[in-house]
């Protein structure tokens, strides 16, 4: 985990907007800072898995979000009314990224407010899971973040893939916790249940993210793709994509 995801509370996108060259690069500076929060967030999370001692920057990675989201509250109307065409797209998605973002912040919040709780009892293999389950999303957000400031469409098609990873997951942690007979259900069981959904409602808005950067870049969005041909929604939409593309040149 780099040093820069460490230190969350510092930028220059947020201390000094009025910097920047205009109102819209200012949202996008905050979108883009909201990125590096929330991709923070979800590292300390991991971290705290095993040191409880820790929580304590997720909430501060969740103060700062929620501040980011209101400046973006705050300021957006005005300057899409002083908009291009082009440029409302961008700050459309913008908008759309940052209120994913704070979600991911809250449900993140929420996973460490119960780590705090059960941490010392927890079984190795739900701390396993759990980490890993953290590292995905941490994943996910560090890719669709550089897909969105790069307008990368591969790796925001890479992201919608790794939300699997994390539901796969999460379903191993349910079917351990569910069946009457394991060893691992007890009463601490619903905390790691809640756990494990609230990471994996955060990669669905990880994925969210990335489907709106998918349109954002392309023009095109996923949600139009047929649903009854056979294959991946990833690899259909490419290729729709590319149908698109032939149909038009």
């Known amino acids: 985990m780099s040093s820069a995801a460490k230190d969350p509370i510092n930028s220059d996108a947020e201390r000094h907007p009025q910097s920047l060259a205009s109102p819209q690069a200012t949202l996008v500076a905050l979108t883009l800072r909201a990125f590096e929060v929330a991709t923070a967030a979800a590292s300390h999370a991991a971290d705290s898995v095993s040191s409880p001692a820790l929580t304590q920057a997720v909430f501060d990675c969740e103060k700062e979000l929620d501040s980011l989201d209101r400046q973006m509250d705050e300021r957006f109307a005005t300057v899409l009314t002083q908009s291009s065409p082009e440029q409302v ?17 809250d449900l993140i919040s929420s996973f460490v407010s119960r780590c705090r709780i059960v941490a010392f009892r927890l079984d190795m293999q739900d701390i396993s899971d759990l980490i890993n389950m953290n590292s995905h999303l941490e994943s996910m957000l560090n890719e669709v973040s550089h897909a969105f400031s790069a307008r990368d469409l591969s790796r925001a098609v890479g992201v919608l893939r790794s939300d699997r990873e994390i539901d796969r997951i999460r379903n191993l942690i349910f079917l351990r916790h569910l069946q009457d007979e394991a060893s691992c259900a007890g009463p601490d069981s619903i905390h790691v249940l809640l756990m494990a959904q609230a990471l994996e409602r955060a990669g669905d808005h990880a994925k969210n993210i990335a489907e709106e950067v998918c349109h954002f870049v392309s023009g095109r969005t996923i949600r139009h793709v047929p649903g009854s041909q056979e294959g991946s929604i990833e690899q259909l939409y490419l290729t729709w994509l590319w149908d698109q593309y032939k149909a038009t040149h």
């Open 89 to 105: 797209r961008e700050l459309l998605a913008c908008l759309k990224c940052m209120i994913d973002l704070e979600r991911i912040g």
